[in-house]
């Protein structure tokens, strides 16, 4: 995690007495002194090493560091200039990170209210945030008012784990007009998760990278 940490607001005591005055990041060193939970990382770009909130527990279950890293090195050459749809966006790290790399706009969809507090405090703390829209809503809500606009060059979801959310997603995607033949979808899963059904919804996936407990599937629309 390269060292970096959060102090959570209770904590801010902690940071002062250890002669810091900026809240995102210190030494591991003070980590069992201050009790902080190591958190999250832009990896690279205009953000590159700033920390990112997120939310304690697994409601919003980010994406590791390391597995980030190996989702954008495979996006790497498609990123610069992109529309990103970030679905069940957590913290916004997945967003955070493609705005950082140089996509031109991302939109940031997440239900849960305090998350989506974290989502905008992580955007204005990376300077991020003129480049992106937050969604509060749920996911199929925001993709029928998102229907008929732009076409989005790549969509990422990141759904509970399964629960078979990504079915009712991928259905609404096909009949949005947001995507196309050529925007590239990323759903990231449990290992164990039986995607079979893709296919039948006139998907192809072209890729699939498996991790410890997860994979990334990713996907076109059939032409």
Not at 155 to 162: A, S, T
């Given at each position: 995690m390269?060292?970096?940490l959060v102090l959570q607001a209770s904590q801010s005591s902690c940071y002062r007495k250890a002669g810091l005055d900026i809240w995102p990041a210190i030494p591991l060193a003070l980590e069992n002194a201050c009790g902080m939970e190591i958190i999250m990382r832009v990896i690279a770009g205009k953000a590159k090493s700033l920390p990112l909130k997120t939310l304690e527990g697994l409601d919003t279950r980010p994406t590791t560091d390391k597995i980030k890293e190996t989702l954008f090195n495979i996006l790497q050459t498609d990123i610069y200039g992109c529309r990103f749809l970030d679905l069940y966006s957590g913290s916004g790290a997945i967003g955070i990170e493609a705005l950082s790399r140089g996509a031109k706009e991302a939109v940031l969809v997440e239900n849960n209210k305090a998350a989506c507090a974290y989502i905008k405090q992580n955007l204005k703390f990376t300077h991020l945030e003129e480049d992106a829209i937050v969604m509060e809503q749920d996911v199929l809500s925001a993709i029928n008012r998102l229907a008929g606009q732009e076409v989005f060059d790549i969509?990422?979801?990141?759904?509970?784990?399964?629960n078979d959310f990504e079915r009712d997603v991928l259905a609404a995607l096909n009949n949005s007009g947001i995507i196309d033949k050529y925007t590239i979808i990323i759903i990231e899963e449990s290992l164990e998760a039986d995607m079979?059904?893709?296919e039948d919804l006139g998907y192809t996936v072209y890729k699939t990278k498996n991790y410890k407990t997860n994979k990334h599937l990713f996907l076109n629309l059939n032409e």
């Open positions: 390269n060292g970096l969509v990422y979801m990141d759904p509970p784990y399964n079979s059904y893709i």
